[in-house]
């Protein structure tokens, strides 16, 4: 697995679903990326059931922890969103974090 990371966001328009998938390492840095998109595919259209999947991606515990409390405000970030708009989705994070965290090390 990469440092580098990757984000591919699937919508279904007639579903009114997106699904944005990390992999790679995702640090409280990088998670700013993620918010764009969320923010972006937010926009997209009212009610839009959105999901954010990091069980592919080695997410440090303060970005996840990050992340989680964004999903439970329903609000991005005041940086990310300066006009606080609603914003719902779920997050699907690894079953067992200590194997997909990122510990300063590279390991597989």
Request: hydrophobic fraction near 45%.
């Amino acid at each position: 697995m990469t440092d580098k990371l990757n984000v591919l966001v699937r919508v279904d328009i007639d579903c009114a679903r997106a699904k944005i998938a990390a992999q790679g390492r995702v640090t409280t840095q990088s998670l700013q990326a993620i918010y764009v998109v969320v923010k972006r595919a937010n926009s997209l259209m009212e009610g839009l059931a959105l999901e954010i999947d990091v069980t592919r991606a080695r997410i440090e515990p303060d970005a996840l922890e990050q992340l989680r409390a964004c999903s439970q405000s329903h609000h991005l970030p005041a940086h990310i969103d300066p006009f606080q708009a609603d914003c719902s989705f779920s997050i699907l994070a690894p079953r067992d974090p200590s194997t997909a965290v990122w510990k300063g090390s590279r390991a597989a």
